[in-house]
């Protein structure tokens, strides 16, 4: 009952509010559509065992600049219409995984389902130490 009390006194229902508001809005992204998500490891071993593909959809100058070694630069439109992509494993790439999640809601939208996210995107392939080529 003291919970119910503090929420209601002194408008604290909005700070109630706020609270779920932004708890939805970081959880939701993640029970799209079923898009599945891959960290570092389980992304290295797919690209080393069974040939998955990695989908930079950075910019064009970002991705010259530094990019994972074997991935290739490309956009949405590239992921639908290349038939490089139709039968392989691809791994989307951005700058911190909040891109290519989009990206990869969009791709299961229009039929793609074999599209992962790494979780982090570049940022963190770089933070772990993990090899580069730079411009």
């Known amino acids: 009952m003291d919970l119910i009390n503090f929420f209601i006194k002194d408008n604290n229902i909005l700070f109630l509010l706020i609270a779920i508001t932004s708890a939805i809005i970081l959880v939701a992204p993640h029970f799209?559509?079923?898009?599945s998500s891959i960290?570092?490891?389980?992304?290295?071993?797919?690209?080393?065992?069974?040939?998955?593909?990695?989908?930079?959809?950075?910019?064009?100058?970002?991705?010259?600049?530094?990019?994972?070694?074997?991935?290739?630069?490309?956009?949405?439109?590239?992921?639908k219409s290349d038939s490089k992509f139709s039968n392989k494993l691809i791994i989307l790439i951005c700058k911190d995984g909040t891109d290519s999640l989009k990206i990869?809601?969009?791709?299961?939208?229009y039929g793609l389902n074999n599209i992962l996210f790494?979780?982090?995107?570049?940022?963190e392939w770089i933070n772990n130490e993990l090899p580069i080529i730079k411009k």
């Open 39 to 79: 960290d570092l490891n389980e992304a290295i071993k797919l690209v080393n065992k069974n040939g998955a593909i990695l989908a930079d959809i950075r910019s064009t100058n970002d991705f010259k600049e530094k990019h994972i070694p074997q991935s290739c630069n490309t956009n949405s439109n590239d992921l």
């Open 118 to 123: 790494l979780i982090g995107g570049i940022d």
């Open 104 to 109: 990869a809601s969009e791709m299961k939208n």
């Open 32 to 35: 799209r559509k079923n898009i």
